[in-house]
């Protein structure tokens, strides 16, 4: 294996820096009031840096990420944002052990507001957060069960918005629609997007997830990616989106 250099380890450290730049004065923010208070607080255009906002879906800027979702959010109460907040914040690996402390709390005290407020978009995100930080393996297996459903549904979506019959080489289709699914995210419903041809790293982080559940029950996790590589070499709406994909880090198949 390749031992970094002092300067390619140097440019890591600044950019997971940059990642997590002033987080602690976000949180700071919120130290001081309940969840009820959160719920009742309204996001308006007055709390955002209008002039700050980004075309970037996913800026590596702590700030300037939070801000362009906060914009996203005007109507939504605080504590939509909040949760939001916490989330990113996991992503970005800030104080994982206080930060998920803080994300089970919200949780355990405010589910039932949650999953009624909360898009699927970001009720997923939740699933994946408690999937990637959380001890208990039932829980965390069982929340894999809504990833699963709701990747599978979004690449049948994706694949009945191509209108390609499932027999079809997509390879050869360059037509409007594709070409939408290359250059960004395109709506589908609740937040959700279709899948994101070529660089979607959804169905990657899925069977990554996968791997986790080893740990308790190898001989379960093999039938499952057994299975679930069978549906890469099938004529199914996965192997149409993986002929379709173009970038090597997030392939979610085995050569």
């Known amino acids: 294996m390749a031992t970094e250099s002092a300067w390619q380890r140097k440019l890591t450290l600044m950019f997971r820096s940059e990642k ?26 007055s709390m955002c840096d ?3 906002l980004t075309d970037e879906r996913k800026s590596k800027d702590l700030e300037s990420h939070l801000n362009n979702l906060k914009h996203q959010m005007v109507g939504h109460s605080e504590l939509y944002f909040y949760h939001n907040t916490l989330v990113i914040l996991l992503r970005r690996k800030y104080k994982r052990d206080k ?41 965390a297996t069982i929340l894999m069960n809504v990833i699963t459903l709701i990747n ?9 918005f191509l209108q390609l019959p499932i027999d079809t080489d997509p390879r050869p289709v360059l037509n409007d629609k594709s070409d939408m699914l290359y250059k ?11 899948f994101r041809i070529g660089t979607d790293d959804s169905l990657r982080n899925m069977r ?3 791997r986790k559940f080893y740990q308790a029950d ?18 199914s709406a996965f192997s149409i989106l ?7 880090w997030s392939k979610w198949w085995l050569d």
């Open 20 to 45: 997590r730049l002033n987080a602690g004065k976000i949180l700071k923010n919120y130290h001081n009031k309940s969840f009820a208070e959160m719920k009742a607080t309204l996001i308006d255009e």
């Open 50 to 52: 209008l002039g700050a």
């Open 99 to 139: 930060t998920f402390a803080e994300f089970e709390r919200l949780w355990a005290a405010e589910s039932e507001y949650l999953l009624e407020h909360l898009s699927i978009r970001w009720i997923v995100s939740a699933c994946d957060t408690f999937i990637d930080h959380s001890t208990d393996i039932t829980r």
């Open 152 to 160: 599978t549904l979004r690449t049948y979506e994706t694949k009945n």
């Open 184 to 194: 960004g995210d395109l709506p589908l419903y609740d937040g959700l997007t279709y």
């Open 208 to 210: 990554k997830r996968y």
């Open 218 to 235: 190898e001989l379960a996790t093999t039938i499952l990616l057994s299975v679930f590589e069978k549906l890469q070499n099938n004529d």
């Open 242 to 248: 993986r002929q379709l994909h173009t970038d090597e």
